[in-house]
């Protein structure tokens, strides 16, 4: 089913034919009067040029007046080969329909309301006819048999007009259209855009990009280095302020070999205000017990580190590089993933 964008404003033109795929834009001139637009000419060209094929009104009120119109537009500069002349089902416009037709021009017969009109348009020639659902259904009409028998007809007789499903409201419309296996559907851009919108969709891209940063982010992204080391003479002040100005709850304390004596955590301090240890701030690591802290390589990825958070039940892990400590991981700076 050929996709058709309904609209004469620039900005949903160049966005919808940016996509790519667009077969083409319909225009009518209450879109041209709605938007202010009194250089008519002038629109229609600049819209021919950024369109893989552009239908616009040929009107008038008898078959010459019409064709008389549809050449005045070529002579301005449209590409026969890219355009579609719209005229307005009647006598008259499918008897100009048929002469320019047989010219090798392209005609939409608009304005469909019945399979009656329908078969004179089918039997005109026309390139496209285009019953109007959304009006339709406005007068309580049934519009979607008047497509699908359209559609039926096209079949059943060998025409080879196509039949544009227009006057689209809604996303149901265009799910209608497919179903009923309309040729062709234009539809504004408001409507367009919303066709690939579906919450499902959008849970499932989330948890996509969620396990690819999983998968692909490492220890060496996630660990803090600086201010984060401390030698075993220094005292509960110096990690205080330590973890101050890393804004990590946690500093690693070395021994005279640079190896690990222990890790150092808020939590540590909590233990010791708890305890009601004397002179607490200038108590120096050669005080205290050492520990071993949980660790890992720098090469492990996002999901491990989780999973080690929630199975340690730590808020601080140790990142080594061939067992030289570089930094910590803070369990404050991965919660968005938990």
Known sequence: ME??????????????????????????????????????????????KITNMLMVESLGTSAVEIIKEAERLLSLGLNKETTVFKIPITLEGAKACK?????GLKVNLHLIYTIQQAYIAFCAGATYICPLVGRLQDQGQDALSLVEQCVKATERYNYKTKVMFSSVRSIEHVRNALNIGAHACTMPWNILKQ???????????????????MSNTKASDLVKSENIFLDINSTVLDALIQMTKSQTGACIVLNDNKEIYRIFTDGDLRRLIKN???????????????????????????DEIINLFKSKEVDNIVVHDNNVPVGIIDIQDILKWF
């Open 99 to 103: 002469i320019l037709t047989d010219k």
């Open 276 to 302: 009601n240890q004397n002179n607490l701030a200038s108590k120096k690591f050669t005080d205290l017990e050492p520990n071993l802290p949980i660790s890992v390589g720098v090469r492990a990825s996002l």
């Open 195 to 213: 066709l690939c919108e579906n919450h499902f969709t959008e849970l499932g891209i989330r948890q996509f990009i969620e396990h690819t940063e």
């Open 3 to 48: 996709l058709f964008l309904d609209s004469v404003k620039f900005d949903e033109v160049q966005k919808a034919n940016d996509l790519g795929f667009l077969a083409g834009l319909t225009t009518t001139p209450t879109f041209m009067k709605r938007e202010g637009i009194t250089d008519v000419d002038s629109v229609i060209m600049q819209l021919s």
